[in-house]
């Protein structure tokens, strides 16, 4: 299984401090057998922003030749980038801050919206995210019946405990 991390990396880019931060969640994940992307990378993140570099050329030129304003900047296009990295991945783990990061928050609902595995660092976000896939079943119709059956269940409460190990995946 590949996995993307995903987490706040912030305005000054990746520093020292960031690096070291994906790196261990990184080491934690392969000691598990995955193959990890861990866009903090220096080849990795190297080949990210010459991509977007490009992607953004590319942008103001279009937006020249059409007479529109580029409303794009570098860090549009490194999070485009980014998206098409974890297209190819099959699972993104996100680091406990990325609720404070709008580009990890696009990273996770880009792979909500693409149906890819999330695993979380923190264990609240991961209830709260096994709470959004069980509503998702039940309104798309898709409701695992055994819960039902038993009037008597809490059919949430059976899911999310059944489901925790799926999605929660503490660095330790």
Known sequence: MVIYISGKIGDKGVTD????KFRRAEDFLKKRGFTVINPTDE???????????????VRQKLSQFRGIECRSD???CILMED???ISMCDAVYMLE???YSPGAMAEYEYAKATKKQILLQRESDAYLHIAWVFERMVMTGQ????????PRNIATFEFVHNHLS???LPIV
Do not use: Q, S, T, W
Request: aromatic content about 16%; hydrophobic content about 40%.
């Open 17 to 20: 401090a960031v690096r070291r």
């Open 43 to 57: 080849v990795i993140n190297k080949k990210i922003v010459i991509a977007a570099e490009a992607h953004l050329e």
């Open 74 to 76: 570098i860090y549009d």
């Open 83 to 85: 998206m098409g990295i």
């Open 97 to 99: 801050d990325y609720k």
């Open 143 to 150: 409701p695992p019946r055994e819960y039902f059956r038993n």
């Open 166 to 168: 799926e999605y929660y």
